[in-house]
């Protein structure tokens, strides 16, 4: 949600952020709405400030014997006054903050312009793609020539983009999330948290994720929703908060499902798993100060890197655009981990800041330890990582000219000392 007193100081400001994301200036229209809700709120403190002067006077006229009618006439028209212009104001101070709910985070002055992903910026290459000796497969030909991914059950289970995982896999993608997991935290100082996989109306609101992106999530028949991020409860666990500074930085981690319509992506991605309507992945949340939200994302970031060094997968980081970045973040690094079977990069995980944006939409503030009053937090999240592409990196970059699979040292431990994933041995 968008600070109306900032708008006001910088509408210049306000209506050059929407443009960059590809939106028309809002300003005006915005600060023209603020300015009648304001004017309607005097009126109704005005008629109330009357209404209160009028009936102190009742008494006096009474100890002196006078008339009472007129002024007690006076005092309902100003109470049916009162009554009526404050109806109006809150009507229409719903109808601002419904219409200022639908536009985005502006983006940060370092952001490229551009409004998709041709604009990106490339910041950095780790590692070298490997180089095989024969054609490299893709991950859904590797999974179903070792018999453990079958497509077809979970098309008759539930239909297209879902999967089945057996065998060998099936404890792969658990190795994964857990790596991730006590990488998070042991070494990064994540908290783990398991949290609801169906949450409100507000707290889908809080993220940012309603109203804009209601067509991209499933909805139970009793109106809740299924978490398409485990972002959305992560990071609502500070709404309507006033936390102590120090609690700050609160940092949390969470493996969950996720489940996503994927309202948008008809005809992409439609073999495989690189799009699918649930699938696993480990989130991390930052919750800070303003001042050491930008510090915090360079570290979300390289903690996620750390993933992909160590599983020894090859990968770049993107700046995304303007006009390519989610509804809530001011600032987005996208990591794109390279996959042998597409010949390219494809994104593994992304790490945002979304500044003061989520925590006004979900009143989450903090109590500086200096000073009077509160501050809204600055909220953070990024995948640490998405499970199912990851393993889909692993099966790619690894796999061998017999059609197994080499498993990355990392994830030994966590397969019970397994190194290779085969028909025999899955």
Known sequence: MHDFRWIREHPDAFDRGLERR??????????????????????????????????????????????????????????????????????????????????????????????????????????????????PLPHEA????????????????????????????ARLERALA?????????????????????????????????????????RTTDGLWLIP???????????????????????????TPCFRSEAGAAGRDTRGMIRMHQFNKVELVSITRPEDSAAEHERMTQCAEEVLKRLGLAYRVMLLAAGDMGFSAQKTYDLEVWLPGQNAYREISSCSNCGAFQAQRMKARYRPAEGKGTRPVHTLNGSGLAVGRAMIAVLENFQRHDGTVAIPEALQPYMGGQQIIGPANG
Not at 105 to 115: I, Q
Request: aromatic share 6%; charged share 30%; hydrophobic share 40%.
């Open 178 to 218: 857990q790596f991730m997991l006590d990488l998070h935290t042991s070494e990064f100082g994540y908290l783990e948290v398991s949290p609801p996989y169906l949450v409100r109306d507000e707290t889908a609101f809080g993220t940012g994720n309603l109203p804009k992106a209601a067509e991209d999530m499933f």
């Open 22 to 135: 590809g939106l028309p200036p809002r300003s005006a229209e915005v600060l023209a709405l603020d300015k009648e809700w304001r004017a309607l709120e005097t009126q109704a403190q005005e008629a109330q400030a009357t209404r209160n002067r009028l009936s102190r006077e009742i008494g006096g006229l009474k100890s002196r014997g006078e008339p009472v009618d007129d002024i007690l006439r006076q005092i309902d028209i100003r109470k049916d006054l009162e009554t009526a212009t404050a109806a109006r104001a809150a009507e229409l101070r719903k109808q601002i903050d419904e219409f200022v709910a639908t536009l985005p985070n502006l983006p940060a002055d370092e952001v490229p312009d551009g409004l998709d992903e041709t604009a990106n910026r490339e910041l950095r290459r780790v590692g070298q793609p490997p180089r095989f000796n024969f054609d």
């Open 229 to 255: 991020t485990a972002e959305m409860p992560l990071t609502n666990l500070a709404a309507g908060e006033i936390l102590d500074e120090a609690q700050l930085p609160m940092r949390v981690t969470a493996w």
């Open 142 to 169: 590797i999974g179903e020539r070792l018999g453990m991914m079958d497509f077809a059950s979970a098309a008759k289970l539930a239909g297209s983009r879902f999967v089945v995982l057996k065998g060998g896999l």
